[in-house]
Nanobody
Framework: QVQFVESGGGLVQPGGSLRLSCTASGFPFNIYTMIWYRQAAGKARELVARISSGGRSIEYGDSVKGRFTISRDNSKNTVDLQMSSLEPEDTAVYFC????????????WGQGTQVTVSS
């Protein structure tokens, strides 16, 4: 059974940092691109960062470039998101998921982890 478990969210002041982690299971993690998404209240889901299976290709959403860093550990089936210089606009529920192949990844969303940036 495919499963994603996100953790590490919380309340942080503007300018602060948080590190999110996602543990995946139920599929061959090391051959799939992994993506962090976020969804703010009342808004559409947004791609935050993407990392290829081997970690060599990385992309970021325009709103987080230079502030967030995505990484993965294929030996532990984890993908992390280091977030720095956080802004109130980063407040959202953050999710991870996979991409590629023929599987319908939309069927396997985890519970996400809430990040709230507020003073």
């Amino acid at each position: 059974q495919v499963q994603f478990v996100e953790s590490g969210g919380g309340l942080v002041q503007p300018g602060g940092s948080l590190r999110l982690s996602c543990t995946a299971s139920g599929f061959p993690f090391n051959i799939y691109t992994m993506i962090w998404y976020r969804q703010a209240a009342g808004k559409a889901r947004e791609l935050v960062a993407r990392i290829s299976s081997g970690g060599r290709s990385i992309e970021y959403g325009d709103s987080v470039k230079g502030r967030f860093t995505i990484s993965r550990d294929n030996s532990k089936n984890t993908v992390d998101l280091q977030m720095s210089s956080l802004e109130p606009e980063d407040t959202a529920v953050y999710f991870c998921n996979a991409a590629g192949g023929t599987r319908n990844w939309d069927a396997y969303w985890g519970q996400g982890t809430q990040v709230t940036v507020s003073s």
